[in-house]
């Protein structure tokens, strides 16, 4: 599991509980692993964008995709072969398209999607082990705004004791962030409590973030609020992985 060394650099996957101390930060429950992830750069208009899972993919394992365009059109976006709709919202300027692959030995780690016009883009790959391969997304929960407020991703229902819960969040606004914030931490935006970050992209006006947490029990997640008054908009979801058999050993 990507560990909390990396806190102040990423927005990803959360967890929250139902009854009882369900809420945790690491892998306490034999749920679903985080392995490793990828980023694909921001390329300005473009009609594709290419992902690669690097060497660490392996059959039996899940790859989750989060691809990020930006601009006032919504073009058709067509995803590689295997590659499963999770979700997809937007805004004006922000749109988060989230997908699913269960790895096979024979394909190749790199994946592209394409764009039915040129579109500002970037994207993300997540690796997770240990999960139910076949139908591997539980829940999911989808919010936007396109006037500010705290970016939240919202609560889901899960089904399953000891889902892992991704928060996937994404912003078109970073420029700005005064250090007299009462609500962020220095320059950065204030993260959720008892989260561990996957991924932190913070550095340009085209942010984003994965989290992470566990989910003991079956039950409603609690939402999962990122607090920066500077957030303009924005797109944030939750998504719950079942977890299933052990297919390989996490690094």
């Not at 988060?96 to 780690?109: E, G, R």
């Not at 076949?134 to 939240?152: F, Q, R």
Request: net charge negative; aromatic share 8%.
């Amino acid at each position: 599991m990507i560990k909390r060394a990396l806190m102040g650099a990423a927005a990803v996957f959360v967890v929250a509980c139902n009854s009882g101390p369900s809420q945790t930060p690491e892998n306490t429950v034999g749920g679903a692993n985080v392995v490793s992830f990828k980023e694909a750069p921001l390329k300005k208009g473009t009609t594709d964008l290419t992902l690669d899972w690097g060497s660490k993919g392996q059959a039996g394992q899940v790859a989750i995709a989060v691809v990020l365009s930006y601009g006032g059109s919504k073009p058709t976006i067509t995803a590689p072969a295997g590659w499963q709709l999770i979700r997809d919202d937007s805004t004006k300027t922000t749109r988060q398209s989230l997908y699913w692959h269960a790895i096979q030995a024979s394909d190749a780690s790199t994946a592209t999607w394409t764009f039915s016009e040129p579109v500002d883009a970037q994207s993300a790959i997540v690796l997770v082990d240990n999960v139910a391969t076949a139908a591997p997304v539980d829940m999911t929960s989808g919010n936007t705004s396109e006037s500010g407020g705290s970016m939240t991703a919202k609560s889901v229902a899960t089904t399953s004791d000891g889902d892992l819960i991704l928060a996937f969040d994404a912003t078109d606004f970073g420029a700005y962030r005064p250090t007299s914030c009462g609500t962020c931490d220095g320059l950065n935006p204030k993260l959720p409590p008892n989260v561990s970050v996957v991924l932190n992209h913070e550095s340009t006006a085209l942010e984003y973030w994965i989290l992470a947490n566990y989910q003991n029990q079956a039950g409603d997640t609690e939402p999962q609020t990122s607090e920066a008054p500077q957030f303009f908009n924005w797109v944030a979801a939750q998504v719950a992985i079942k977890r299933g058999a052990v297919t390989s050993a996490t690094p």
